[in-house]
């Protein structure tokens, strides 16, 4: 299994969002049950650094000198459900 985030929606100068229509398509196959964490901040900031932390992984590519994820991205990780 692909263990990288993937990309959703694009930016760039010429235009200014663009849908990645096969994460769609990744999303949409993963059923009801999903659960969203969102990380918003300043370029460099830390927000891929935090992610990656949370999930336990190098989901998120971590750069120093520019801006590397662009856009919205999406990782999907599956969790085992506790009933209580």
Known sequence: ?????????????SEPVSLIRDTLGYIESLGD?????SCVG????????LLN????????????D??????IWV???CLPLFVL
């Open 33 to 37: 049950y999903v659960v969203v964490i």
């Open 53 to 64: 932390q949370i999930l336990g992984e190098d989901a998120f590519e971590v750069g120093t």
């Open 75 to 77: 990782r999907y990780i």
């Open 66 to 71: 520019k801006p590397t994820t662009n856009g």
């Open 1 to 13: 299994m692909n263990r990288k985030a993937r990309q959703l929606l694009a930016t760039s100068k």
């Open 42 to 49: 300043n370029s460099g900031s830390g927000k891929s650094f």
